[in-house]
T-cell receptor, first 111, second 113 residues
């Protein structure tokens, strides 16, 4: 099946720990995105990538890092510098300027 | 800075009713607008994409319209069903080659049997 796969579905992070969220797509899309969703707020863009080995910061990139070594993969690392990481994280992909498709999300909780 | 507003934040209707969800945006220089559905704890499902040159798009019981000059879009749902209960989000992609989608906060729809 074609689509976007995010893993894990639930993730728990201890204080001071880095964690990596996985996002894989088999839709042959050039562009990939990471959004953060908090209750009562709209989705906010963390990072996006339009091509392999290139990515740009979104509106709330501080405390996060990404890589784009393969077209299919766009992992997001939540570093210890992110002071309030508890949120629902959504990965998306699309062809430039066209419809965006989303994964099922990863819920990250700080314990 | 582009801002997207969705009103109302929540809506409750009886089954079978036709309804309209509203989305407004502050900058009319958009490339396209996309409507999504989100079920609790799930990702977003794309419903309709309207390019800036289009006035409306239809898919089944859904019809989305776009009035770019006034900065508004509506999502019309005909003959609503309990399965339509979800949060509906609209997002605009600004012109200028930006890949950023700017989202509204959504309208939470409840369709009562």
């Amino acid at each position: 099946d074609g689509g976007i796969t995010q893993s894990p579905k639930y993730l728990f992070r201890k204080e001071g720990q880095n964690v990596t969220l996985s996002c894989e797509q088999n839709l042959n899309h050039d562009a990939m995105y990471w959004y953060r969703q908090d209750p009562g707020q709209g989705l906010r863009l963390i990072y996006y990538s339009q091509i392999v080995n290139d990515f740009q910061k979104g509106d709330i990139a501080e405390g996060y890092s990404v890589s784009r070594e393969k077209k299919e993969s766009f992992p997001l690392t939540v570093t210890s510098a992110q002071k309030n990481p508890t949120a629902f994280y959504l990965c998306a992909s699309g062809r430039a300027g066209t419809e965006a498709f989303f994964g099922q999300g990863t819920r990250l909780t700080v314990v | 800075k582009q801002e997207v507003t969705q009103i109302p934040a929540a809506l409750s209707v009886p089954e079978g009713e036709n309804l309209v969800l509203n989305c407004s945006f502050t900058d009319s220089a958009i490339y396209n607008l996309q409507w999504f559905r989100q079920d609790p704890g799930k990702g977003l499902t794309s419903l309709l994409l309207i390019q800036s040159s289009q006035r409306e798009q239809t898919s089944g019981r859904l019809n989305a319209s776009l009035d770019k000059s006034s900065g508004r879009s509506t999502l019309y749902i005909a003959a609503s069903q309990p399965g339509d209960s979800a949060t509906y989000l609209c997002a605009v992609r600004p012109q200028g080659g930006s890949e950023k989608l700017v989202f509204g906060k959504g309208t939470k729809l409840t369709v009562n049997p």
